[in-house]
């Protein structure tokens, strides 16, 4: 018996040793991290899509996406601590960035990990958009040192008697005319991630339409 003791101590420390690496070697974080979003080789070949709006009649550039931040809506029942507990489970989200609001909603910024690139902001964001408890989610993009965050909504002026234009376009792209001024023609359509596009999207389909004299997205603005 005497002879098993040295044995079964250094078995004993063995065991102990080994334990407490494991549970030491992947943090929680860590572990929720998406290796096919983090995965660069899965997006490579692939280019970045370029955006771009209309001010003005001129075509204005955006570039690609912000790599470091996007913006969503929680949907209005969800408490902040819901919020940071929801997005647990998204490895490529840091942290809660800061507030604003729009029109119609209250925008949440989202700190995104280092190292993403713009193709995998672009499949977080379809990621975020899939979650029920999210309402929408848009890009940033960087101009200068100054971040344009898309927000929920488009500013759209009509031509004469174009509203019921408006409506109809709105309607067909799962979106809302919010109410106006009496005797405005300008007016503000509400987008979620169910509309056929986020208020960039929309606000570059309506561009074209007849009816239509300007539309833009009303951007969130932020410091770099």
Do not use: W
């Not at 819901?82 to 609001?101: E, H, M, P």
């Not at 890009?139 to 929920?152: A, R, T």
């Not at 300008?186 to 561009?207: D, M, P, R, T, W």
């Amino acid at each position: 018996m005497n002879k098993l003791l040295p044995f079964l101590s250094g078995m004993l420390m063995l065991i102990t040793f080994s334990a407490c690496r494991d549970n030491s070697a992947s943090p929680v974080r860590n572990v929720r991290f998406d290796p096919d979003l983090l995965n660069k080789m899965q997006v490579a070949g692939n280019a970045c899509s370029s955006y771009s709006y209309v001010d003005g009649g001129q075509s204005k550039s955006l570039g690609v996406v912000y790599t470091k931040q996007v913006l969503v809506a929680f949907e209005p029942h969800i408490s902040a601590a819901d919020q940071q507990l929801l997005l647990q489970k998204y490895g490529f989200v840091k942290s809660l960035g800061t507030q604003a609001a729009s029109k119609s909603a209250v925008l949440q910024s989202l700190v995104l990990q280092d190292g993403l690139n713009c193709k995998q902001v672009e499949q977080a964001l379809l990621t975020l958009a899939a979650d029920a408890q999210i309402a929408y989610a848009a890009p940033y993009f960087l101009s200068g040192k100054q971040l344009l965050g898309i927000s929920n909504e488009v500013i759209v002026t009509v031509e004469q008697d174009g509203l019921s234009t408006l409506q109809e376009l709105a309607r067909d792209y799962k979106a809302e005319v919010q109410p106006s001024s009496p005797g405005s023609n300008i007016y503000l359509v509400k987008v979620s991630k169910h509309s056929n596009g986020n208020a960039l999207e929309l606000a570059n389909f309506l561009q074209k339409q007849p009816g239509i004299a300007q539309a833009a997205p009303d951007f969130i603005l932020a410091a770099q």
